[in-house]
């Protein structure tokens, strides 16, 4: 089964996403760019509460129906079709079919109540033409190439019965069962052990080089950005602070909260494992000028006023900071 779609890339342009509050409607996401090739791992870091998952859950066009957040502002394309402007009728063709997400917690996203296989199957039979017998066989075929071992026996289980590594092959499969041109995986490995963690990692890169799809992953995990993405884009405060090819930016950041990171990541080196000090500000009160600036070692006074725009630093490469390349800032070798 095929649907013989060409390879599609996506261009995020401008997205602005608010959520209720007490005080009532806050800006949480704040003018993200993001550019996904076909057959690229583009990985999106940053602390809890940068804006990572509403920034996916805004790709995926799942605030249009959420009472308590909305896309206010931006562009989201694909094939030429910028995906915000849809109606909800329209949108439910593209998800699940040409853009598929898989979340943390795989036992939270599957259905107790139903079997594997008919999990699986359910999306195709939604998305495409095809008979129930058809849509079986191929959920068999997606167990096996996501490595779920006597797949035609173990398709007829129940969620329950698998482990957390394989509810998250199945929810991989289920991602994959319409060959999307996007895949958005929102921090997959959280829940996992390191052994479980470095075979879901490896199995979505040998899927990539499969279907030639371009694929958003989340995390919180530099090591991870560094062993599986092509390119990669740091999240503050809701904001982008940088982004480029990810051995350019693990090598020779050009922010100082890219720098944080890495300098926070454990490691073999002989210096002192460091942090960064404070925390994220709240999204009702952000500061003024450079958000990152009040957890800042460089900062300058003039980080204070204004608000400090993204530039390039070479080609394809962008960082929000007035002292880009002015900065000696330690990268990872």
């Known amino acids: 089964m095929s649907t013989s779609r060409p390879p599609e890339e996506l261009r995020v342009s401008g997205l602005q996403v608010e959520v209720a509050t007490r005080r009532g409607w806050t800006p949480i996401v704040q003018g993200v760019d993001l550019h996904v090739q076909a057959g690229e791992i583009h990985g999106i870091v940053g602390e809890s509460g940068s804006g990572k998952s509403l920034t996916a859950l805004a790709i995926m066009g799942l605030l249009q129906s959420e009472s308590h957040a909305r896309v206010t502002g931006g562009t989201v394309e694909m094939g030429g079709t910028d995906l915000l402007s849809l109606s909800r009728r329209k949108l439910r063709r593209w998800q699940g079919n040409r853009l598929a997400m898989v979340f943390q917690e795989p036992m939270t996203s599957l259905n107790p109540a139903f079997t594997i296989g008919d999990q699986i199957a359910e999306t195709m039979r939604y998305h495409l033409e095809v008979s129930r017998a058809e849509a079986w066989e191929r959920a068999v075929e997606l167990l096996n190439e996501v490595g779920i071992p006597d797949a035609r026996t173990h398709a007829r289980d129940y969620p329950h019965q698998y482990s957390g590594g394989m509810r998250q092959r199945v929810m991989l499969a289920i991602a994959l069962a319409c060959e999307p041109s996007l895949l958005i ?50 999240m503050y405060a809701g904001q982008v602070v940088e982004s480029g090819r990810v ?20 490691g ?12 994220p500000p709240l999204p009702n009160d952000m500061p003024d000028g450079c958000r990152f600036h009040p957890r800042c070692e460089h900062a300058l006074p003039e ?11 070479g080609s394809g490469r962008v960082s929000r900071c007035i002292l880009t390349q002015g900065l000696d800032l330690k990268g990872r070798k």
Do not use: K, N
């Not at 051995?247 to 454990?266: D, F, K, M, N």
């Open 303 to 313: 980080c204070r006023a204004g608000d400090i725009p993204l530039v390039a630093v």
């Open 185 to 234: 995986a929102d921090e997959p490995t959280t829940a996992l052990d390191v052994t479980v963690q470095a075979q879901i990692l490896e199995l979505i890169s040998s899927l990539v080089e499969r279907h030639e799809m371009g694929v958003i992953f989340i995390t919180h995990d530099l090591a991870v950005v560094a062993s599986v993405c092509d390119r990669v884009t740091v």
């Open 268 to 279: 073999t080196r002989e210096a002192p494992l460091s942090w960064i000090r404070g925390a």
């Open 247 to 266: 051995s350019e930016v693990i090598g020779s950041p050009q922010h100082p909260y890219t720098a944080g990171l890495l300098a926070s990541v454990p």
